[in-house]
């Protein structure tokens, strides 16, 4: 997509070119309406909105969907880490969910660990070898009450 974090970063908030980037990549987070609403450095957030291409038979959002946002939420952070930098394979290995409510209206996916994925990738980079890092992401409503929190094992090595 681009070879710079700042560029990498740019690139997922434009409209256009995000959804050409899915597309490409990840189609089923357009069919489910999954959108990067801000990213830095440290922070990273994602929002889905309850409609029928996510839904489930209970009336909520389909668990499938609300994982693949968690997981968009953690891997962006990594994959705007590794921008710029010699090839990294990077593979969630193990995750992890708890829900708490029924997902309807606007879902937030928030994970805010950006400085533990910056020094795991700062490391690898000038040491190589392999690493794993826990990487989580919570999930709120539009009332800003917890639905859900998710956790990903992401397995990171410096090729």
Sequence with gaps: MTTDPQSYRRALMHPVKYRFYMLWRLPSLIFWGVKVSNINET????????????QNPFGSIYFS??????????????????QGKNPFSML???SK???????????????????????TIDALNSEGGDSTLWLSSKATNEAGELIGEFAFKWALKKK
């Design 97 to 119: 969910a708890s829900f708490y409510k029924k997902a309807k209206g606007i879902i937030t996916f928030n994970c805010s660990q950006g400085d533990e994925v910056q020094n």
């Design 43 to 54: 922070t990273s957030t994602v929002t889905m909105k309850h409609r029928w291409t996510n």
């Design 65 to 82: 969907a609300l994982n693949g946002a968690a997981e968009l939420s953690t891997g962006i952070l990594v994959q705007a880490a590794i």
């Design 92 to 94: 969630v290995v193990e």
